[in-house]
């Protein structure tokens, strides 16, 4: 009887560590990562204050900066693309060979000049933000015990261009 009982144990343990049981685990396992991984990188439900004049002014001033970047890093990279090719001309005009050295650099320059197109463009268009929404402090009239006084009011100004 205690053989029996022995031999049930085994076999459960047989069925339990199956191939279709493991790829199971790993699927379920992964299912719960994938969920946990969504739930943490999702988007915010209430999303935080909008961007200030500052902020506007400083992301334009980035944006700037890396079409600069973009724009001047592409001419330098034309020219020592214009050198290359120049230096090789001679010995290609005398050998009779055609060769595509320099053009690999003029590509990489042009898309890297045309890169800097719209980024400069998003640049001009968070400036213009940054111009129309601004944080002031109004004088205003204030009663105050029988007299007429300034208080400084914060408010939000929009500018609207017509």
Same mark, same amino acid.
């Given at each position: 009887?205690?053989?029996?009982?022995?031999?049930?144990?085994?076999?459960?343990? %047989?069925? #339990? $560590? +199956?191939?279709?049981?493991?790829?199971?685990?790993?699927?379920?396992?992964? *299912?719960? =990562?994938?969920?946990?991984?969504?739930?943490?990188?999702?988007?915010?439900?209430?999303?935080?204050?909008?961007?200030?004049?500052?902020?506007?002014?400083?992301?334009?001033?980035?944006?700037?900066?890396?079409?600069?970047?973009?724009?001047?890093?592409?001419?330098?990279?034309?020219?020592?693309?214009?050198?290359?090719?120049?230096?090789?001309?001679? %010995?290609? #005009? $005398? +050998?009779?060979?055609?060769?595509?050295?320099?053009?690999?650099?003029?590509? *990489?320059? =042009?898309?890297?000049?045309?890169?800097?197109?719209?980024?400069?463009?998003?640049?001009?268009?968070?400036?213009?933000?940054?111009?129309?929404?601004?944080?002031?402090?109004?004088?205003?009239?204030?009663?105050?015990?029988?007299?007429?006084?300034?208080?400084?009011?914060?408010?939000?100004?929009?500018?609207?261009?017509?």
């Amino acid at each position: 009887m205690e053989e029996a009982h022995w031999s049930l144990l085994l076999n459960a343990n %047989e069925c #339990f $560590f +199956t191939t279709k049981n493991r790829f199971m685990k790993k699927a379920i396992l992964f *299912t719960i =990562l994938l969920v946990v991984s969504a739930a943490s990188f999702s988007q915010q439900t209430n999303p935080s204050q909008p961007l200030a004049h500052e902020n506007y002014l400083k992301k334009s001033k980035n944006q700037q900066t890396v079409a600069l970047v973009l724009l001047g890093s592409g001419f330098v990279v034309t020219v020592v693309g214009f050198v290359v090719a120049s230096n090789h001309i001679w %010995e290609d #005009f $005398f +050998t009779g060979r055609e060769s595509a050295r320099g053009t690999g650099a003029a590509i *990489t320059a =042009l898309a890297l000049m045309a890169g800097s197109v719209p980024v400069y463009i998003a640049s001009r268009k968070n400036r213009r933000k940054a111009f129309s929404l601004s944080f002031t402090n109004e004088k205003r009239p204030y009663l105050y015990k029988n007299s007429l006084t300034n208080k400084f009011i914060p408010s939000l100004t929009l500018g609207v261009n017509l």
